[in-house]
């Protein structure tokens, strides 16, 4: 699996940034024996129906192909290169990768505007986030929603009641208004969090 493989794909240009191969001060021959076993990688992700990795994989095979076009010994003994990179493979090659492209920017244009509507579901809904983590963690990495009160782990204690609460927010104005207005009249979700929350 190409390095990176388990990272978070937004576009098909994330998936290029993983493409690219360094083939610099390698020996050419030893390079264009690699060439089988890419490809062979990328047949079994494709099957495997991983259309990300094997864009990945296909796309360094054909990077691979036109660094080794470029080399002095290519050049030079063109016979020997010939059997793994024919015209017709890398044609093949090209439109393959054409056809993956297609399928990829399909898939995340559709994630995409999935994420959005979420989005916009949960900026439309009512909903209240407390983080319970405490304040220097919570200021270090608020979560960007204007529906989001702090209140520190430190605070909430057996059999104190919700309204003490609110002595947490005296020099927050808006935290106040949100935690005043958390009954189910004005909410529908409460949403808790904290450093165990995935």
């Keep these: 699996m190409p390095n990176g493989a388990n990272l978070g794909y937004t576009c098909v240009n994330d998936l ?20 089988p076993t890419m490809h062979q990688k990328f047949e079994m992700a494709k099957k495997n129906g991983d259309y990300k990795t094997a864009y990945i994989l296909l796309k360094r095979w054909l990077d691979t192909v036109k660094w080794l076009k470029k080399t002095q010994d290519y050049k030079d003994r063109k016979s020997i290169y010939s059997t793994n990179m024919t015209i017709d493979q890398i044609n093949e090659v090209k439109n393959i990768l054409a056809d993956l492209r297609q399928k990829l920017e399909i898939r995340y244009e559709h994630s995409s505007r999935k994420h959005n509507d979420t989005v916009e579901k949960m900026e439309g809904d009512r909903y209240l986030i407390i983080d319970v983590r405490q304040k220097a963690h919570y200021d270090g990495s608020k979560i960007m929603f204007d529906k989001c009160i702090n209140i520190p782990q430190s605070e909430i204690k057996p059999g104190k009641l919700g309204y003490k609460f609110a002595d947490c927010f005296h020099k927050d104005k808006q935290s106040f208004d949100l935690f005043k207005h958390r009954s189910a009249q004005h909410v529908d979700v409460i949403i808790l969090v904290n450093w165990n929350t995935t």
């Design 16 to 35: 290029v940034k993983q493409t690219r191969v360094n083939c610099a001060e390698k020996k050419p021959r030893s390079v264009y024996q690699r060439l």
